[in-house]
């Protein structure tokens, strides 16, 4: 399992800094054309943990499930684990889409009142 957490680690923070740095660059063209920076659309800071918790319950779930296949059929344990990863983090994030799809509606019929 070891063998496996340190290239996903890896390339998390590989992509954790090329999204970092990204931003930074995307802030700074603002500021130098004379634009403010919180005029960006941040994804809402309360939406960015909801979905960021609800994916991470999902993969909590996915590995759970894994074990228990991988424990209780005669499927591999790396399959196991890696497609209940993928599926259960899948649906957490189908999840976070519908209710952010939800409350967007909820705003736009706050302001047309």
Request: hydrophobic share 50%.
């Amino acid at each position: 399992m070891v063998e496996i957490l340190v290239p996903l680690g890896a390339f998390g923070m590989i992509v954790a800094i090329v999204y970092i740095l990204a931003r930074r660059k995307e802030r700074l063209t603002l500021i130098q054309h004379g634009a403010d920076a919180s005029t960006l659309k941040m994804d809402k800071e309360s939406n960015g943990a909801l979905k960021f918790g609800l994916l991470l319950i999902g993969i909590a779930v996915g590995i759970l499930l894994g074990n228990i296949i991988s424990e209780t059929t005669y499927m591999q344990e790396e399959v196991a684990y890696f497609s209940m990863t993928f599926i259960c983090g899948g649906i957490s994030l189908l999840i976070y889409y519908f209710i952010s799809k939800q409350q967007a509606k909820k705003e736009e019929q706050i302001k047309k009142q």
